[in-house]
């Protein structure tokens, strides 16, 4: 049964740094792989996905990357900021497979 | 371009009760996959729809179900409510099983009391 793992679980940053999100997958053969971000209560908003022929993903302050080798991916967040506080899910599927499976999330606070 | 739709946004409804959600995808999606979301464990998958048809179900008892119709919409019902549904259901759209990601609505908060 294909697990997914984040870490770490909580973080607790100032406004400013740099940090890594990561997510490592028991099954490594991912085919697609996409991050998300959750605000309290609400769905989730799409922030980067890493196609099959990909190995990584940018958008602004947001870098992805795969490491299909080992099932592992990290989310580089660059000058956060008070309003990246938000819950981090990573989703991967495999290929011939209908479904993502989530990790359990990372929850980031950015102190301003 | 309108972003994939969920009614009701809120829901309670007494136990033994039956409920239906409503999740119309963005246009030109054909696949709609249903998740429940809850803080002991997480998101889990329930089901995924293409063309009307059922492709794949996760490990939800039958008293959990679903459709889609002509036009892409989807529906799930849970009947005879428990406690332990209480959840926030998420629907996500996509075009196909390819190489494609996945676009959430805002969810339905479901509270069973």
């Known amino acids: 049964k294909q697990e997914v793992t984040q870490i770490p679980a909580a973080l607790s940053v100032p406004e400013g740094e740099n940090l890594v999100l990561n997510c490592s997958f028991t099954?490594?053969?991912?085919?697609?792989l996409q991050w998300f971000r959750q605000d309290p209560g609400k769905g989730l908003t799409s922030l980067l996905l890493?196609?099959?022929?990909?190995r990584e993903q940018t958008s602004g302050r947001l870098n992805a990357s795969l490491d299909k080798s080992s099932g592992r991916s990290t989310l580089y967040i660059a000058a956060s900021q008070p309003g990246d506080s938000a819950t981090y899910l990573c989703?991967?599927?495999?290929?011939?497979?209908?479904?993502?499976?989530f990790g359990t999330g990372t929850r980031l606070k950015v102190l301003a | 371009k309108a972003g994939v739709t969920q009614t009701p946004r809120y829901l309670i409804k007494t136990r033994g009760q039956q409920v239906t959600l409503s999740c119309s995808p963005i246009s030109g999606h054909r696949s709609v996959s249903w998740y429940q979301q809850t803080p002991g464990q997480g998101l889990q998958f329930l089901f995924e729809y293409f063309s009307e048809t059922q492709r794949n179900k996760g490990n939800f008892p039958g008293r959990f179900s679903g459709r889609q119709f002509s036009n892409s919409r989807s529906e799930m019902n849970v009947s005879t409510l428990e406690l332990g549904d209480s959840a926030l259901y998420l629907c996500?759209?996509?075009?196909?099983?390819?190489?494609?990601?996945?676009?959430f609505g805002s969810g339905t908060r479901l509270t069973v009391v």
């Open positions: 989703a991967g599927k495999r290929s011939g497979t209908y479904k993502y499976i």
């Open positions: 099954d490594s053969a991912i085919y697609n």
């Open positions: 890493i196609q099959s022929s990909q």
């Open positions: 996500a759209s996509t075009l196909d099983r390819g190489n494609y990601g996945y676009t």
